[in-house]
């Protein structure tokens, strides 16, 4: 059963005879009959009653009717939705990255979107296989390590590893606090997937300190029992409850930092609307942020 076959039943129908049908199909009316005749075979129904060279729906035509209208219906959306797919179109676009960045970054992003954006989904990102979420329906991954290979990439910022302490705590009139001073207080930490746990446990086996830590799932819980004065919060969140905010720095005087890359598939049919698009986050993290351009 053809589309084409269908489109003549229902120009059949809607013009109430095979002769002023011919004219709508373009087709001589011996083949439109043959048609008709072929299509009532392959669905095993009688569509029409024939009589005085008019054609008359039967009941089972009139029941059928709707079908055949919804299914050209349906076979035009999808051909539309091809050409637009052509077109690099991106009526969807799905985003996976760490949670504190899609909490941070990606849904105050989301929330400037307009009519015309792409209705904005996400994924949560595993840390161990970051840019393995682009085989898993994420048409754009932001990661804390420079992907690798040939996939379209675009560096957005890097973000510092802070330390939260109450507003009552003896560093809170400062602006940075070594490593070595970190880590001979109590420490409120995310668990070993969060990129800002990894950064801070690489800079502190570099350092080759000692360290006291109790994990949190959640970097916002960490802040909230920091608040509670039981320790040191040490995330890379933006900052809650009020706590103030410490950089974190090395014994090389370095800011410890973690860098967010976004990344695509080049051979993505939207690649080029992903690559503007990225270029709208890269600008919008660096406002919000303050970052260097």
């Known amino acids: 059963m053809e589309l084409r076959t269908i489109g003549y039943f229902v120009a059949v129908a809607d013009a109430g005879s095979v002769s002023a049908a011919t004219r709508l199909t373009h087709i001589t009316q011996p083949s439109l009959s043959r048609q008709l005749r072929q299509l009532e075979r392959e669905l095993g129904l009688e569509l029409f009653t024939r009589q005085d060279g008019r054609l008359t ?12 209208r919804d299914l050209l219906s349906r076979a035009d959306a999808t051909r539309a939705a091809a050409a637009r797919i052509r077109a690099g179109s991106l009526p969807t676009v799905t985003v996976a990255a760490p ?3 899609l909490n941070d970054i990606v849904a105050p992003f989301f929330a400037t979107f307009g009519p015309d954006d792409p209705m904005p989904r ?3 990102l595993d840390a161990s ?11 754009l991954v932001i990661g804390t390590r420079p992907p690798s290979g040939t996939t379209a990439r675009t560096p957005l910022a890097s973000f510092p590893v802070n330390a939260y302490v109450r507003a009552d705590h003896e560093w809170a009139g400062r602006r940075e606090v070594t490593l070595a001073e970190l880590v001979e207080h109590d420490l409120l930490v995310p668990t070993p997937e969060s990129h800002a746990r ?3 446990d690489a800079a502190v086996e570099t350092a080759g300190l ?3 830590l109790t994990e949190f799932s959640s970097s916002q819980v960490a802040q ?3 608040a509670a004065g039981r320790g040191i919060a040490v995330v890379s969140d933006d900052p809650r409850y009020d706590l103030v905010r410490l950089l974190v720095t090395t014994g090389s005087g370095d800011v410890l930092r973690i860098g967010l890359h976004a990344a695509w598939s080049p051979h993505h049919h939207g690649a080029a609307h992903l690559a503007v698009l990225v270029q709208r986050l890269r600008r919008f993290v660096r406002d919000r942020y303050d970052q260097p351009r």
């Open 210 to 212: 000692p360290v006291r």
């Open 122 to 124: 996400v994924l949560p």
């Open 129 to 139: 296989d970051e840019y393995g979420a682009l085989d898993r329906g994420a048409d």
């Open 99 to 101: 949670a504190v960045t």
């Open 57 to 68: 729906l039967t009941p089972a035509g009139r029941q059928f009717l709707p079908v055949a």
């Open 224 to 226: 909230a029992v920091a």
């Open 198 to 200: 990894r950064a801070f």
